[in-house]
């Protein structure tokens, strides 16, 4: 997600962490929820942060976006939002190779 234009990055990480979390909490069935803030670089990223909601099931996000507590998240996110693109994801935790145990015999 992008700030909205004429926003400062201070203006739009503390409105996301302030404001913006209390509504975000309201959403039924989220377990969890991460603000990823983009940090300063000498490049611009073309991204200001992204934001990860955890929940059991795919039925619970549309649940949860469909539900009456969605509505103050969307008009909250006009304040300070300008753009942003979203999508949904199965996590895969990867084991580093080096550290399992071979299974070839010797």
């Known amino acids: 997600m992008n700030a909205r234009e004429g926003m400062s990055a201070a203006e739009f ?3 996301w962490k302030t404001v913006h979390n209390r509504i975000v909490w309201q959403l039924p069935g989220l377990v969890r929820y991460v603000q990823n803030h983009a940090t300063a670089h000498s490049e611009e990223w073309p991204y200001d942060g992204m934001a990860e909601l955890w929940f059991e099931t795919k039925r619970d ?4 976006f469909s539900s009456p507590q969605a509505e103050p998240m969307r008009e909250d996110e006009k304040k300070f939002i300008g753009r942003m693109q979203w999508f949904l994801v199965d996590e895969l935790e990867m ?9 070839g015999s010797q």
């Open 61 to 64: 996000v549309a649940i949860a």
């Open 95 to 103: 084991v580093n190779p080096s550290l399992t145990p071979s299974t």
């Open 13 to 15: 990480s503390h409105h």
